[in-house]
């Protein structure tokens, strides 16, 4: 089965956690737009949900998929988000924003009661770091925040280096918060608290990729089918 099935499985599975009346966040990236139209099915179907989305690209696959929206200026604590990952670890420790939504998609999980990870098994590692960490970054002074990104690195263990990401024109990426992103190439990333902690305290980051004690269930599609991770 090739990986968009898998992706579309796991949405499909994740659907089984929502309950009528649930204030749900919306994710975003290939996975998570799965679970936004499925979502749309029913509630096409009668459904009563309301979504907060994630991203811009995420708000409009909603809308057009005809599911209810708020804030979380209106709605400031939701029942559920679903939402993909770049990586998920055991723990359930994740790496997030290859699509470059990681800032409000950790404000929203971080206002969620309950984060459910959906993905595909090739999302599955043993250690987190094989894809490069994105870092949320304002524009102002960026040459020496990437410096400054990676002294943390190194000093957390994991000496890498950090790319300010770039469109196909060339442009820097601009997040829909007007920041930008440096995506920092590790490896591998022995200890994610001492990384993120570090990582935090550097001016001019505003956020990282490091999702550490958010997700509480990974469900993981796989050839051999389905699996269920809980924290
Ligand atoms: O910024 C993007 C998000 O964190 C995505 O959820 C993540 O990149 C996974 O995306 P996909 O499901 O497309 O692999």
Redesign the pocket.
């Known amino acids: 089965m090739n990986p968009d099935s898998l992706?579309r499985e796991a949405a499909a599975r994740a659907l089984d956690f929502v309950e009528p009346g649930m204030r749900l966040g919306l994710?975003?990236?290939?996975?998570?737009k799965h679970f936004v139209a499925l979502l749309g099915e029913r509630v096409r179907a009668g459904l009563d949900v309301v979504g907060v989305p994630t991203s811009e690209a995420t708000r409009a696959d909603a809308e057009a998929a005809g599911v209810r929206l708020s804030t979380l200026d209106e709605t400031p604590a939701l029942d559920l988000t679903v939402?993909?990952?770049?990586e998920i670890a055991p723990g359930l420790s994740a790496i997030?924003?290859?699509?470059?939504?990681?800032l409000r998609?950790k404000i929203v999980a971080a206002a969620s009661a309950r984060m459910i990870v959906i993905a595909d098994e090739t999302k599955w590692v043993a250690t987190l770091g094989r894809f490069p960490l994105p870092v949320e970054v304002v524009p102002f002074g960026v040459a020496p925040t990437r410096i400054a990104v990676e002294a943390a690195a190194a000093a957390a263990g994991c000496p890498g280096r950090a790319e300010l990401r770039r469109t196909r024109e060339g442009h820097a990426f601009v997040t829909d918060g007007g920041h930008f992103i440096l995506d920092l190439a590790l490896g591998r990333i022995p200890d994610p608290l001492a990384l993120a902690e570090r990582l935090a305290a550097v001016p001019g980051v505003v956020e990282h990729?490091l999702f550490i004690g958010l997700v509480r269930t990974a469900i993981i599609a796989g050839a051999a089918g389905i699996r269920i991770e809980n924290a």
């Open positions: 992706k994710g975003t990236g290939s996975t998570a939402d993909g990952a770049d997030k924003g290859g699509g470059g939504a990681l998609e990729g």
